[in-house]
């Protein structure tokens, strides 16, 4: 049996785990990776075929956090950030059989067709006065609601929560999703009013490198496979973890490549940086417990290009997403990647991605690729005016992808770090915890590893706690 001794050793080689990895690495502790697939990333893949360039998941990121910056930043020698077209800041909402432009002001407000005029009113005076949220934990369609009006949360939240969560607003945590958001709500009763003393309130920001939507130079694959270059041999991919071993200085990982023996690691600290089940898995039956009741949502991501001659709509915008209450339109949401960032598709073409299943059809993930793409074809034919076949078709399936904070998800999760405090040579990172995005990841990772490395500088590491894992049992 081959053993090997890291200082950190990190399970799971997505946005998370890699992130946690570059930031120790650049500190300058020895830290090893395992990851079970044959490439890192997780859901953060680009692959490009005859002149497309195709996010597998994420297609483009809202830099709005000082971790993301910063890391972008100090990966500004090895990949380089593409902002958005302006085409971009032009979101569509489908209804009613069309697509509406998503009004941005109070102009586009008093004359969209997406609302009916009761509703506009109900919005228009939502910002300006309703009833606070109080103690209550309220889910995003009751807050909405009591802000908004119903026909608001069912139209306009509900795609863009779609477009976020793949969720359903009658189950999402306005709490936990949105946490900023939900303290506002808890204190004001004129959102303008808050807006406004906010403004003569807040101390002046650092100034901003890059605003709004932004991608990189070769998608943002590139991005992972940067994080994932320093580490050389000391990250390995294709190494499916099979069991978890607290001992007195730390942790042993069995773990198997292929066919080859089972290989055993060892190391002081270790960040489990996987999905909820795999972690529960890995760590034991009280937090497999916890992690049991977390759902996820599959999706479908269908990427096709398209002859632009053979596009009648103008695709002059970032896309559509669909609401709650339009139960017949069998997609999610659409974006128009070449519209977006003109460099994920050649020459007179044009790249459209289709998100099918989520909250709404969770069946989506298992059927047939013929199915899937008569589904994307028959809506979106007449739509958008496609008079021809698609020049490329690419599929990518992702089961139980995006955690869903239903209500009580900030209470599981409060019991889950109380759990893994137990054991103060452990960590957990994932996007089930604090955020689904790649902003929310990666501020996660970056903050446990800059405590981790803080931690491993103390004279005296802490002493393990008494409750071992025999066996991978119960923390």
Not at 105 to 126: C, D, E, H, I, K
Not at 194 to 212: E, Q, V
Request: proline residues 6%; aromatic residues 6%.
């Amino acid at each position: 049996m081959n053993t090997t001794a890291y200082e950190v050793l990190i399970v799971g080689g997505g946005i998370s785990g890699l992130t946690a990895a570059w930031h120790l690495n650049r500190a300058g502790v020895h830290v090893g990776l395992l990851e079970s697939l044959p490439t890192v990333g997780g859901c953060t893949q680009t692959h490009e075929r005859n002149g497309f360039l195709l996010e597998k998941g994420p297609f483009n990121v809202m830099v709005r956090d000082p971790s993301f910056e910063d890391l972008l930043s100090d990966l500004s020698d090895q990949v380089g950030v593409v902002s958005a077209s302006s085409t971009a800041r032009k979101r569509f909402i489908y209804r009613g059989g069309k697509l509406h432009l998503v009004p941005t002001n109070p102009v586009s407000l008093a004359t969209t067709r997406l609302l009916r005029p009761r509703s506009r009113a109900r919005l228009m005076a939502g910002m300006v006065m309703s009833k606070r949220s109080g103690d209550t934990e309220q889910t995003i369609e009751q807050a909405a609601s009591r802000r908004f009006g119903r026909e608001v949360a069912d139209t306009m939240i509900s795609a863009v929560i779609s477009g976020v969560f793949a969720g359903d607003i009658r189950k999402l945590s306005a709490n936990a999703c949105f946490p900023a958001v939900s303290r506002i709500d808890a204190r004001a009763r004129s959102l303008i009013g808050y807006g406004l003393a906010s403004a003569f309130r807040k101390k002046p920001k650092r100034p901003r490198r890059w605003r709004g939507l932004v991608s990189v130079d070769g998608g943002l694959g590139a991005l992972t496979a940067a994080l994932g270059k320093p580490m050389g041999p000391d990250l390995r991919t294709g190494a499916s973890v099979r069991q978890v071993r607290e001992t007195p200085d730390g942790y042993e990982i069995d773990f198997q490549s292929s066919d080859k023996p089972t290989e055993t690691l060892q190391c002081r600290y270790l960040i489990m940086a996987t999905p909820a089940a795999e972690a529960g898995r890995l760590l034991g039956s009280k937090i497999a417990d916890i992690a049991g009741t977390i759902e996820s949502a599959s999706l479908v991501v269908l990427n096709l290009g398209f002859r632009r001659s053979h596009v009648g709509h103008p695709l002059d915008g970032f896309g559509f997403l669909v609401p709650q209450n339009e139960p017949g339109f069998p997609l999610m949401g659409v974006l128009w990647a070449d519209s977006i960032f003109p460099h994920h598709a050649p020459p007179d073409h044009c790249l459209i991605r289709i998100f099918i299943g989520g909250a709404r059809d969770p069946g989506a993930i298992d059927r047939t690729e013929d199915q899937l793409l008569r589904t994307a074809t028959t809506a979106l034919r007449g739509l958008l005016d496609i008079s021809g076949d698609p020049v490329l078709v690419d599929f990518c399936r992702y089961r139980a992808a995006i955690p869903q904070y239903h209500l009580g998800h900030q209470a599981k999760i409060e019991q889950l770090h109380r759990i893994v405090a137990q054991s103060p040579r452990l960590r957990v990172i994932g996007n089930y915890l604090e955020g689904v995005s790649l902003n929310d990841c990666v501020r996660l990772a970056t903050h446990t590893a800059s405590d981790l490395v803080e931690q491993i500088k103390q004279p005296s590491p802490p002493q393990p706690s008494d409750q071992r894992l025999a066996n991978a049992g119960a923390i």
